[in-house]
């Protein structure tokens, strides 16, 4: 067991376990034991957790130094609005309160931000292996923000070719190289599968397949129905998220399998953001930049719905 500098809670029920932590409020260690009784935890973990050169630096971003897991974004990326990636919230601790059938947690925005407060609750779903979470965001300020969610996945076992199953309009590419000198999809095209995205250097390549490259890449999907499956045929089982397409229309994919070398990443870290999102990129003065979101009015509290679960029916 890691020692961590900041409050947690456990969270069980019927068909799982997991950690909640007050840094990002976020969810970590998630167990989910499917109907055949086997045991599966979907979500990456970074493995630095342990190491203090790491986990102490405070030079590096919160959220980097204890990586992995599911916490929401508001806002999404970073601007002038929160000069946070990912917002206040997820660099800061949030605190627990009591909630009968989970886990409960709230956060408080500076004054100089346009959000007020966040509050989230996290419950397992009795005789499923299921969790449900809520969301809500309370305004200070009218505002447009970008927003979404940030769940991690693990890559499966090495050779995996996992899958992306589900409704979407059509698939563009990061506005820009992604990673210079690492990335290798052709930025700014349009596709219209993830079993053929389209390579800088011309043909394409599965989805699947980039999870086992040492890459940095990044694609959003739009016009999504708000339900995908990630399917790991070889591993036999599929982690299925669900939300509302009217709060998120698009889902942003983030590959991570070992091409950031920079501190803390050198080169350790593999996963994949599944990241539903109300916002867009764009390039702008040769970078990419983050356009559209949801608008806040002063004092409103907005909800959002979500899940995450594990079945073991899936197709090879």
């Not at 980039?210 to 045929?233: C, H, K, S, W």
């Not at 990129?281 to 719905?305: N, P, S």
Request: proline share 8%; glycine share 14%; charged share 20%.
């Amino acid at each position: 067991m890691i020692a961590l500098p900041f409050p947690t809670r456990p969270l069980s029920w019927s068909h799982g376990s997991a950690e909640v932590w007050a840094l990002s409020g976020a969810l970590h260690h998630a167990e989910f034991v499917l109907g055949d009784g086997r045991s599966v935890r979907p979500l990456a973990e970074a493995p630095w957790h342990g190491d203090e050169a790491i986990t102490g630096d405070e030079t590096i971003p919160a959220h980097l130094r204890f990586l992995g897991g599911e916490w929401p974004c508001v806002p999404f990326g970073k601007s002038d609005r929160d000069r946070i990636v990912h917002g206040y919230g997820t660099d800061n601790r949030w605190t627990f309160e009591e909630d009968g059938e989970g886990v409960a947690l709230v956060i408080d925005y500076p004054d100089d931000r346009p959000i007020a407060r966040l509050r989230r609750t996290l419950r397992g779903v009795p005789g499923e292996a299921r969790l449900e979470f809520t969301l809500g965001v309370t305004a200070r300020r009218d505002c447009v923000l970008p927003i979404g969610l940030h769940p991690i996945l693990a890559p499966g076992m090495p050779g995996e070719t996992v899958r992306i199953e589900g409704g979407f309009a059509h698939g563009e590419t990061f506005p820009v190289v992604f990673e210079p000198g690492v990335s290798r999809l052709r930025p700014a095209t349009r596709f219209d599968t993830p079993e053929a995205l389209p390579l800088a250097d011309g043909g394409t390549v599965p989805f699947g397949n980039l999870l086992n490259e040492t890459t940095e890449e990044a694609f959003q999907l739009m016009g999504v129905d708000g339900a995908l499956r990630i399917v790991y045929p070889q591993s036999g089982y599929a982690v299925r998220l669900g939300w509302s397409v009217q709060h998120y229309p698009t889902c942003m994919f983030w590959i991570s399998t070992g091409g950031r070398t920079g501190k803390p990443w050198n080169g350790r870290f593999r996963g994949f953001g599944v990241e539903p999102l109300n916002a867009a990129f764009a390039e702008k003065d040769g970078a990419g930049v983050i356009t559209g979101g949801r608008t806040f009015r002063a004092g409103e509290t907005w909800v959002t719905q979500y899940a995450i679960g594990v079945e073991s029916r899936v197709r090879r």
